[in-house]
Each structure stands twice: as C-alpha cells, then as structure tokens.
C-alpha cells in the first residue's frame, strides 16, 4: 500500500480502534504529534508564518495565513491541507518523513469531531524563563546552626520531608579509605591507617583532610578527572602523521595539575585555557592553558576544529549545546543558530603554533602548543543549513554570547601583543642560540681547515668562507627583522632589510664558490687517477669537469643575479600580528562573570558528581530545557554561589563536601533502609553514600602503589602506553588519545577522548581477566608479597597485613579463617610439583617456595577482590 | 560517556526491580546481555523487538581499501569496448553530467588519489553467468560465484567519502569528519545482546582497519559506551584475547584455587552487602572469566574441525589459510550464539590492501585467492548445518573503483556506485538489486546509502533502525536507513 492510498483510506474510514471525544483525541494523540514534528517552528520559541501549533486554542486561531482549523471541516483545514499537499515544497513539515497516514488520521478526526479546544490548556512557558538561564540567587541554608555543614542542611531538609533516616556515619577505616582515594587516586598506606584509626582528636578527620587536599597526589587525582571535562587527548594520527590535537599537549595536562595544586580560581583556569594569549600573552607557564585549544587542531578540517571548539566550550563551561544551532535554531533552547555562528566568530581568528622553551639544567628542550590570533579580520559567515559550503556572505557574523542569557555584555577589546610574542624566534635565548650554532659552525670549520692539506686548502677555506658569510647574514637578518616589529616598522627597516638581502646574497655566493672549489678539487682528483682504457674513468672525468662547469656556471650566474627586489631577504621566524583580536578574553569574561548563570552551577556539578557518583543534574553538559532537572535545585545554587564568593576556590568545595554528613555517611549497612528505599529509592537525598567502582587509571595506579612500585615523578611528556605493564609512573601520564589507548586502562572503562562528561561503570570478564591474568597484577602481588613477607611473622599476621595493606580494613575472623585455610592448602598442593619460572620478561618470577607462592596467591587474590576495585 | 542502563550503583529501582529476571541482564556489559527480552523490560533506553526475527546472527565481511565492483560483482563489458576513450568520447558521456556527483564530501583537497577518471579502462578480468539464476561474476570470484542462487547483490550502493575514511562511514553512516559514532556491530549490541555468557557477543576477527580510516571507530561504540564495543579476538587460541590466558609461570591448578578464594571472599562480602549489585555482577563476572579462558581459546580452535572442512574453507592453501581460518571461527562462534562476527580483510596499516590505484590485475587477482574460497565455504558450510537461515552474511569493501585509469594500470576510489551483497537470514537467494549505468560509474536504479544495509540487517533481526536511539544523541534519517525490501523474503 502506497502513502497516497493509505491517506485516502483514512480519509473515508475511521478505524474502530480511533475514537473518543474532540478533547481527548487533542490532548492524547495531535498534541504529541504536534509538539514531536511541528513546534519546533510553530511554538513557543518560534512562531513561523505567525502560527503556533502549541495549544489548540491557538491551532483555531490560526496565524498568518488564517484559522489553521475549520472546525468539522477536516477537508477545508489548513494544517491538513499543508501536512498532506502534494508539492513537496509546500508539504509539512519540511524536514524528514511525512507524517503518517495513523498520525494525519488522528488530526482528521479531531478536526472532524469539532476540533473542540481542551479547558484549562495550559500555554507553554517562555523558555528564557528555564531555571538554569535565571542567575543562581543564594538561598537560605534550611535549620541553620552553627556547625552545620550547609550540604546537609539542604539534605537533612528533604529528608525530614521524606521521612527518611539517614545512615549514620561510617566506620573511620571505611572513610579514610574513602576520602584517600577520592582526593589522591591511591589507597591510604598502612602507617597512614595506624595513624588515623589511632588518632582520637575530635578533629583528626578534618586533619586528615587538609592534609590530602595539600598533598601533590590530589592534583593528579582531580586533574585527571577535569580532563575528562575538557577532553584531554594526547596527538593522534595515521602512524607519526599528526592529525588532531598536537604533540606537547602535556604541558597543558601539567598545567591543570599544578593549577588545581595551587588552588587556582576556577575563573581563572577557565580564562587561561581560552584566552591565556590574551590574558597573560608574556607567561609561557599560563600559555600552556591554552592547549584546551590546541586539543581541538584538526590537520584536515578546519570547520571540524572549529565546531569542536565551539560545541565543548559551551558544554564543558555552560551546559549548553550550542552545537545543536549548527544547522538550524535550536529545537529546546532559545538558541539562535547566529548565536552558534556569532560563537564561532569568537574562534575564528585563532590558530596553534608550537613556541620554544628555553632548555633548563641541561634537560630536553621542549615546546609549549598554544593559542594566538592568527589571522584578526578573518570574517565569519553562517553557513546555510550548516552546510559549510554554503556560508551566507551578505551578513558578517560577529563575535558574541547567546542573546538570551540575561548578561549578555561582551565587550570586546584588542590586546597588544609584545614583540616576543609575535616574534619568538628573537627571544633572547632564541637568539643566542641561533647565533652559538652559527659560531660553532665557523670553529669546527677553522679546525678543519688548519689541519687541511694542500689539495684541501681551498675547499676548507670556502667552507668557513660560506659559515663566516651565513653568521654574518643572520645578524643583518635578525637586525631587520627587529626593526620589522616597531609599529610601523621604523624608517631604518628598508635599509636593514636590504643589507639582509645583500648579506644573504654574499652567502649564497660563498656557496658557489665553495661548490666551485669542490668541483676543482674532484676534478683534479679524478684526473690523477685517470686510466686512459677505462670506459668509467672516462666517464667519471667528464662528470667531474662537467660539475666544475655548472659550478662556475652557476656563481656567473648568481653573481649577475640583478638585484632587483634587495628588501625580500628571509625572516629569521614567522611573525604574528601585532594585535590580538580579544574575542576569546570577552568570551572567557562573559563565562566567568557572576552574572552568567551556568558556570558555577556547571562546576559545581562537575565536582559534586565525582565526589557522590550521583550528578546534581544527571545531563552534565546539557542544562538546557532537554537536560535533567536538579534533584536538589536549592543545594545547587547555594553551592554555585558559594564557589563564587569563596573567589572560585575549588579546593573549598571538596572541603565542604568531604566534610559533609551526607559523604561520611555509611554507604551500606545490614539492615536494608526501608523508609529509605520507599521514599527515595534513587538516593537523591543522599541517605546514604553512594557506592562506586575505581576508574581504570586508580585501579593501575593502586596495583603500583599498593606493591611499592609506583614512581610519583611528576609531569613531562606522555609515555608510550604499550608500556603500560612494565612503566610505574602514573596513568595519566600515559599516552591517551582516541587510537592510542593503554589496553589494560580501556577495559575499565578510560574515557573516550572525543567526548566524556561523565565516565561509564561497568562490570566486565575483560576486567576480572586483567586483574587475574595480567603480568602488571601478578609482578605487583608477587613484589607485595615478598615485601609483607619480610614483615610478617606467621601467615596470621601476613593474613592481617594483607588486608589492611591492600584493602584498608582487617580481615574479619571468617575471612581470616578462609584465607589461612588457603595458604595451608595451597602450600600443601603445590609441594612437590614442579614449579615453573616464567619467561616473560615483564613479569617478575614467581617464588619457588611453596608457602611463599600460596602467599602471593594470596595477595593476588585480594587485588582480584571486589572490596579492591570499590569504594564504599 | 554516560550510559544510563549501566548506573547500577545509582539506579537502585532499577535494580530491585530486575531482580525478578536476575541481574545480569541490567548489570553486566558486552558478555551478559540476554536476548532482547531482557533488555525489554526495567531500565530506560531498552528496546523490544519491532518484527519477527529472521535471523539471530551475522557475519560481516569486510574488504579494507575499496574492492573493484566492476571486476567482481557487477561487470561492465562497456568498459572494454570504449577501452582507451575518454568518457566524453564515449557514448556514454552524459554519466559525466550526473548530480549524484555532487553527493561527494572531500576531506583534503590537495590528494593524488579520488579524483575523476576520465580514461576508460577495460574490465582486467573475464566473466560469466553463473548459478541457476545466471548473474554475472567474474572469474577472479568462482567460489562465490558457485553460490549465486543463495546470494542477493545489490549493485547500487553508494557513499559521500572519496578516500579511505569511508571505511569508517561504513560501519558508522556517517562521514569520517562528523566524529566516531556507533558502529553497526554495537547498535546489534546494544539492541540485542548476546545469546551465549561464555563468549563475547561483538567479536572482530582480523587486523581492523588502520588509524587512517577511522581506526578502532570502526567496530567501536561511539556514545553507547565501551561495554558495547567490538571485542577483537585472534585465531590463536595460545593468544585469542589480552590477558585470556593464565600465564606468567601461574599453574592452572594454582588458578583455580586462587580463583576460588577470590569467589569464597567475594561471597562473604555479598552477604555483608546483600545491595551490592555491582558486587554480585562482580562475582559472575569472575565466573565468567574463569570459563571464558576455555571458551574463548576453544571457539578458535579450527584445527579441530575436519580436514574436509579445513579445505573446504581453504586452510589447506597457504593464500587462503588466514582469511579462511577466521571465517571457520567465524562460524564456530555463531554456532555458539555470538551475535555479530565483523572480519577485516587486507588491513594493511594503511588504506587498505584493496586499494588497487595501479597493478589492479595482479593485486585483485592475489586477494580474491585469498578470499574467495574461504567466503564460499563459510557459504556452503552454515548452509548445510542448517545455520544460513539464521544467520546474515554481508560481503562489503568502502567503496568501488573508477571506470577510468589511474596510474598504468590502475583505477581510484570510487564512492558513486558500487556492489554490496548478502546471503542467509531471510535473504532471497539468486537476485541482483539496483544496477550501475552502463559504466559501472553512478548506482541509478535504487540507489541505496550505506545504512540502508545496517537497517537491513537489523530489520532480519527483528529491530526498527528507528527505534535505536539513546537520549542525548540525536540520529538523522541518513543514519536510520531504510531496509532493501526487495531482497527479503
């Protein structure tokens, strides 16, 4: 059955399972259909040819083109008219499928049955109205007291009105284990457990507490998270080919570590990653920030590299999704698709380059990927339908926040650049470099030429003839280049930039007559080996004189060069313009102005969700009117705000959230919680904590840790991540992009570096593999083992060790019991056999004592625990 | 990302009320998802079955760098008699002036390769009609050209990507620069799941395609999650799966008793954390990977097969022995209920080994001995044990070449038009769909998009392309599809 013919049946039989009265067929069956296919364009956020199809009080009344409903005169009904007209140019809607025949049916019979308009309907809000587009007002904290950890004022509030009791607060070893790994990434050490279980002063949590947040470790913890966020990647490609996101980028990964080490304002890290050229252009170490750019470097799209700035900007700072108005306005917010353009206009300009760092204590140089305006009066064009091929050239887009946030103040100013910024090559060390190269040049060729012999003299004597000449051109080169960079370039750069040229000419010549003196030389060589007979020796003569000819050829030539463009001599590096356009500056101010509504709720999400498992508003990077509500809306504000007042210190929300009630709360107990499951049963309250799993990088890093073989060097290059089993430095210092991925990370779920907002959790065999089979998991039980063995007097006490060592708790009797059971057992068994070594070199040998192997048994057993990879 | 099905910790409802059908189906990844009954029920995002299945299984293969369509499945005997001429000189110079030549998306301009072709060059290889339905193939293909009457061909595929990234865009639908979505094998995934605990339910088999074309995106999960991603598995069962084996001087008997005190303990928790879902997956998820170091080394054991099947898939031949491995384990492993076998052929590290821009002859000729036997075996051996009813083969390169020379003796990527063809799981046998014009240069009679194979394979399977969607990831139609109805039965 064709479309048409099934319209037409419905046009004259009203199948007997439609029915009902004109209200009840609106609201249950054109409503939805309606509000799926047609609101978008004829609704509250657009009302296109002056029509809405949002309420049936105003289908009746109609719009541009008159009443959209006869009523009882399906036939004679405009709306039905357009959804089912022939011309395809005048069919609704305009974009995907045609409606169904069932869906045209259902609006027949409304209009058929009277097209009645239900009581009551209520009209659509104004959706700049959303509670996440209002500035976060700071509520009152519920039951205020001194004390009180305001998180648990809000909670406590909503668990009185839920009638739910609160788990109480969990044992200490439980807790420090908890917080330990929440703010480091590794399990407190044994020594650090006695301490804390022994520590009685009513304050000794808080104390532990500072303590980790001032601990280098929870840099590297939160980092790793933040570059979730921020979609960290590591350079990618096709074999060394580089082909999104840059080399260096780890300079921005340590960056983010040390920012949030030193308890940088939020404000400013979000300022510094988008516009620290702008910002701090002269600060090589706030430069780095700026490889949140960088990440997004496309080698084959541009428009690619763009859309990506612009889409993670606004879901990564704002909880927008701006990159739904690429193509056409936005379908839930009142969003523009200018507004995406008018974004994009803000980017435009910008571009990466790589600068020189100076070399320090004789380590590696290395180079900083950053940000600069590249290219100030590029113009941006909407591009129809987002069809970059089609940008519409009659507006020029410029460069703005979405228009509908209440502070939509941008005010954009250019920044000077200095002279070592548009020019790094004349920086100082740079200079001196270049000019050292060039000396040494022109040593190592004197050497040669004092020793030279005879035949040799003038090779060697044009040789330092051509490094003299090229020193000589790079100071004159350098010369003109400084004079270039005053604006405008001052009135001796046409004489300097001349001498360049002229000093470049002379070494060009140099090399001629060096070429020709080599030339010489391989001639006379070759004739005082000359054999008459020999065809080859022929052959090589007339090689060698034919050389010698195009030489002098050739420096004739060069030396009748006329000089016809002298100021057109070779800049000694790329020079940028000498103002930035400050778009990204207003943009980053626009962001972090108090009076924007979504970053400080976004952050504080961000921070909330990783801390509780659970999110504020569970679509972190959409709190657009398609995103989640908050579960508990007045907690967010107040938090929001608190990040604000307290000048955007991040490290003082963990501290008010880890020392909250709701996180020292048991997270499980015997007994299950009745009112708890009844009322709440998604724990949005927090009755008790939320339980999680360790992420693919705490469970490596742990394993390390945990057997003394982790190495806590800090920062510096990506390491390659085939090396993931043998390294022992941290796992967020491994390689990490979209293809090169360390294998043991991927299978506990490491983040995709293209888009991860929130990581997935899940509970694989590939895992209990890893951990069972992996030659990481197994050195480190054997290294534990031995190391704990050189402790522990009986098995009973290795036993005891074991637990605490590796999951922070002691055993409990019947653990105890099963786990002497085992390493009698087991012992027992394996006397007698045959115990073989392995050959892997990446493994460490197991032992070839009994006792001691059951013993490492043991240990990897423990690393295979559940207790191991959770937090409770 | 985040995927809601998988928030155990957080979605107690979720849990408490899928304890009534056992947990695993809500808890556990790629391995442990039921049949999609239960995914039916409990979390948000589930999908029930939309049509009567016709097929429960399927294996994909696929040629890496863009398989000649006119010298296999789809000659053009044109080509030789205007050998020489350009195509304007030809008869058939309209072709030149077709708008389905403006579908093509460019990634870098300034390439040697995916330009136009305008010097036609003759078909490299004979052919002849074969089977009782008489379709053309051509001689570098006999085996599966012994196999036409069970084969639908679809003549008149077409794509956007004029390079290599439409290796990606196969899988994905969509083009290599709009990102790394889902792939074909992981909707299945996450729609379906598995019908065995034992073994992965996603495998691939082959070197993937390389970190030119898409890289690992192309059997990957994109926004599902990674529980939903291709799991890659070697024909080796001394090596099938990283860590699958124990190793490192460890005694299998010394395992197992390790591995039982790893449940005794793992047990004794449970019943201190009787809420714990994540814990009891845990626990079955160790079972689990204890049985999976058989299972998995097992399911790749070809060499326990007969010798007539060995050579009936070519592993008696030196040429046809690693290609025809994988398809035999291919088989093995639907046997056993895994759901979506995806198997690369000519994975170079690079653009692919298909990828004939000169020396066509030689090279085609080298590859189809290295496949074509094993294809028609893999054919000829799921039919006769009663498995090519339910199960979907799909044969599939990125795209064809140009009609035109390139290079002495070569053609180009070519998006335009180009032959895709399937067999099994309630696909007519013996029937050519949608044609090429006389040059084999655009698909002009139903023409079809690459998803429209994914919505086919998905319809067999009982699913409505539609009705995969998560929230917070708006699809296009492009990427729905739509089912070749003509060659269903």
Redesign the interface.
């Known amino acids: 059955m064709t479309l048409c013919t099934a319209i037409l049946l419905a046009a004259f039989a009203v199948p007997a399972d439609r029915g009902g009265d004109a209200s009840t067929i609106y609201l249950d069956h054109v409503k939805p259909i309606l509000s799926r296919r047609c609101t978008a364009c004829h609704g509250v956020l657009k009302h296109k040819a002056g029509l809405r199809l949002d309420t049936a009080a105003a289908i009746v009344k109609g719009g541009d083109s008159g009443s959209g409903v006869e009523p009882g005169e399906a036939d004679a009904s405009l709306i039905l008219d357009r959804v089912t007209h022939a011309d395809l140019a005048q069919r609704m809607p305009p974009e995907g499928e045609p409606l169904k025949a069932e869906e045209i049916a259902w609006i027949r019979d409304w209009i058929s049955a009277g097209a009645s308009v239900p009581a009551n309907e209520p009209e659509p809000a104004d959706p700049r109205k959303h509670w996440s587009f209002q500035v976060p007002q700071r509520p009152e904290i519920p039951g205020s007291r001194p004390g009180l950890n305001p998180i648990d004022g809000f909670l406590q509030a909503d668990h009185r009105r839920l009638g739910v009791s609160p788990r109480p607060r969990a044992e200490k070893a439980e807790l420090l284990r908890r917080v330990t790994i929440d703010l480091t990434g590794l399990s407190p050490t044994k020594a650090e457990y006695e301490l804390f279980l022994n520590d009685t002063r009513p304050d000794a949590y808080v104390q532990l507490v500072d303590r980790l947040l001032a601990s280098p470790r929870f840099g590297e913890r939160w980092g790793r998270h933040w570059m979730d966020v921020w979609r960290y990647s590591d350079w990618d490609g096709f074999g060394q080919e580089i082909r999104e996101s840059r080399p260096y980028i780890w300079q921005w990964r340590d960056w983010i570590v040390e920012s949030l080490n030193a308890d940088t304002g939020y404000d400013r890290m979000v300022t510094l990653m988008l516009a620290a050229d702008e910002a701090e252009p002269d600060s090589d170490s706030a430069l780095r920030a700026t490889g949140f750019l960088a990440r997004n470097w496309h080698r084959f799209n541009r428009d690619v590299w763009l859309n990506n700035a612009v889409e993670h900007t606004s879901k990564a700072f704002l909880g927008l999704t701006i990159n739904c108005a690429k193509c056409h306005d936005h379908k839930y917010d009142p969003i523009a698709q200018t507004d995406y353009y008018r974004m994009r206009a803000v980017f435009e300009p910008h571009q990466i380059r790589e600068d020189n760092q100076p070399a320090i204590n004789g380590a590696e140089a290395q180079k900083i990927t950053r940000a600069f305006d590249a290219s100030p009066d590029v113009p941006t064009y909407l591009f129809l339908r987002g069809n970059e091929k089609s940008p519409d050239k009659t507006r020029l887009i410029e460069p703005g926040a979405p228009a509908f946030l209440p502070d939509s103040s941008f005010a954009v100013a250019t920044v000077s650049m200095s002279r070592a910024t548009r020019h790094p090559a004349l920086r100082d060390f740079e200079k001196q470099g270049l000019m050292a190269e060039a000396r040494k040049l022109i040593q190592v060729a004197n050497k040669t030429l004092a020793s030279a012999s005879s035949s040799d003299f003038h090779v060697q004597q044009g040789n330092v003839a051509v490094f003299e000449a090229r020193k000589a051109a790079l100071v004159a080169r350098i010369d003109a280049d400084e004079a270039k960079l005053d604006e405008p370039p001052g009135p001796e750069f046409k004489a300097l930039a001349h001498r360049a040229r002229l000093a470049e000419r002379a070494a060009t010549l140099r090399e001629s007559e060096l070429a020709l003196a080599k030339a010489q030389q391989s001639l006379a060589e070759v004739r005082s080996k000359v054999k008459p007979d020999n065809a080859k020796s022929k052959a090589d003569l007339a090689a060698a004189e034919k050389a010698l000819a195009d030489s002098a050829t050739a420096l004739t030539a060069n030396l009748a060069k006329p000089p016809d463009d002298l100021t057109e001599y070779t800049a000694v590096g790329p020079i940028s313009p000498s103002r930035s356009t400050g778009r990204r500056l207003a943009l980053a101010r626009w962001i972090t102005s108090k009076g924007n509504p979504l970053t400080a709720r976004v952050a504080v999400n961000h921070v909330w969700t990783r801390h509780f498992v659970r999110p504020l508003v569970a679509s972190p990077s959409d709190f657009g009117r398609n995103g989640k509500l908050p579960t508990n809306p007045a907690l967010l504000d107040w938090l929001a705000t608190e990040l604000m007042e307290a000048d955007w210190s991040l490290k003082h929300i963990h501290r008010l959230i880890v020392t909250s009630d709701a996180y020292t709360r048991q997270s499980s107990g015997p007994e299950p919680n009745v009112e708890g499951h009844a009322s709440d049963p998604e724990n949005t309250t927090l009755w008790e904590m939320n339980v999680r799993r360790l992420e693919a990088e705490a469970v490596r890093d742990n394993l390390l840790f945990l057997s003394g073989k982790l190495d806590e060097t800090r920062g510096g290059p990506d390491l390659d991540p085939e090396q993931a089993m043998t390294l022992g430095r941290r796992s967020l210092y491994l390689r990490h992009a979209q293809e090169k991925r360390a294998t043991f990370l991927r299978i506990f779920d490491s983040p995709s570096a293209v888009e991860c907002y929130r990581r997935s959790e899940s509970v694989m065999p590939q895992q209990a593999l890893a951990l069972a089979n992996s030659p990481l998991a197994i050195t480190c039980a054997r290294e534990m083992a031995s190391r704990l063995t050189k402790e522990a007097k009986g098995d009973h006490e290795f036993v005891s060790l074991a637990f605490v060592t590796t999951l922070s708790r002691q055993a409990t009797p019947e653990e105890l019991d099963a786990c002497l059971a085992f390493l009698k057992e087991q012992a027992a068994g394996l006397s007698g056999v045959k115990l073989p070594a392995t050959a892997k070199p990446e493994s460490s040998q197991p032992s070839a004592d009994p006792p001691q192997r059951a013993r490492e048994g043991l240990v990897h057993a423990l690393f295979n625990h559940s207790d191991f990879v959770t937090i409770r | 990302?985040?995927?809601p099905r998988?928030?155990?910790?957080?979605?107690?409802?979720g849990f408490?009320g899928d304890l009534g059908m056992g947990f695993t189906g809500l808890?556990?990844?790629?391995?442990f998802h039921r049949d999609g009954i239960a995914r039916a029920q409990g979390s948000p995002g589930v999908i029930a079955l939309d049509y009567v299945p016709r097929a429960k299984n399927v294996i994909w293969l696929f040629m890496v760098g863009g398989a000649s369509h006119m010298e296999g499945f789809d000659p053009k005997p044109e080509l030789t008699r205007h050998a020489g001429k350009t195509i304007e000189e030809s008869p058939h110079k309209e072709i030149l002036k077709a708008k389905f030549a403006d579908n093509v998306r460019v990634?870098?301009e300034e390439q040697a390769n995916g330009k136009t072709r305008k010097t036609i060059y003759p078909m490299q290889v004979g052919f002849r009609k074969r089977g009782q339905a008489g379709i053309e193939v051509s001689d570098w293909w006999p085996e599966v050209g012994s196999c036409v009457d069970d084969i639908a061909f679809v003549r008149s595929m077409w794509t956007t990507d004029n390079d290599h990234g439409a290796q990606l865009q196969f899988h994905t639908g969509r083009h290599v620069?709009e990102?790394?979505l889902p792939t074909i094998g992981s909707w299945i995934h996450y729609g379906l799941g598995s019908m065995n605990d034992d073994l992965p339910s996603f495998v691939v088999l082959g070197t993937p395609i390389?970190?030119?074309c898409g890289?690992?995106?192309g059997h990957g999960p994109g926004?599902l999650?990674?529980?939903h991603d291709g799991?890659r598995l070697e024909v080796d069962s001394k090596n099938p799966?990283?860590?699958?084996?124990?190793?490192?001087?460890?005694?299998p008997?010394?395992?197992r008793?390790?591995?039982a005190?790893?449940n005794?303990?793992?047990r004794?928790?449970a019943s201190?954390?009787?809420?714990?879902p994540?814990?009891r997956?845990?626990?079955k998820?160790?079972e689990?990977?204890?049985r999976?170091?058989t299972s998995v080394p097992e399911v790749v054991k070809v060499e326990q097969e007969t010798a007539e099947t060995q050579a009936l898939y070519g592993l008696d031949r030196d040429a046809s022995k690693t290609f025809g491995s994988q398809c035999l384990a291919a088989r093995r492993m639907v046997e056993q209920g895994v759901r979506f076998v995806q198997i690369f052929h000519g994975s170079n590290?690079?653009a692919g080994a298909w990828d004939a821009h000169d020396n066509l002859k030689q090279n085609h000729h080298d590859l189809c001995t290295q496949v074509d036997r094993p294809i028609a075996g893999l054919l000829k051996d799921l039919k006769r044990r009663g498995l090519l009813d339910e199960t979907i083969v799909v044969w599939a390169s990125e795209f064809g070449r140009t009609p035109g020379a390139q290079n002495a003796a070569g053609r180009d990527h070519h998006p335009f038009g180009f032959t895709v063809w399937m067999a099994g799981g309630g696909i007519k046998g013996g029937v050519v769909h949608g044609a090429t014009d006389e040059l084999g240069y655009h698909a002009v009679i139903d023409r079809h998009y690459v998803t429209d194979i994914h919505a086919t394979v998905l319809r067999q399977l009982g699913l409505d392309a539609h009705k995969l969607e998560i929230p917070?990831h708006?699809r296009l139609?492009m990427d729905f599809g739509k089912p070749i109805e003509a060659i269903l039965s």
């Not at chain 2, 808890?27 to 391995?31: E, I, K, R, T, Y």
């Not at chain 2, 201190?272 to 714990?276: M, R, S």
């Open positions: 990302m985040y995927d998988i928030a155990y910790p957080t979605s107690r409802r408490l808890v556990l990844g790629s391995m990634v870098l620069l990102g790394k390389a970190d030119c890289g690992v995106g926004y999650g990674p529980e799991v799966l990283p860590f699958a084996l124990p190793s490192h001087g460890v005694l008997e010394e395992q008793a390790n591995f005190l790893i005794k303990l793992n004794m928790s201190k954390y009787p809420e714990d994540a814990l997956a845990r626990i998820s160790y689990l990977a204890y999976m170091q590290g690079g917070g708006k139609e």
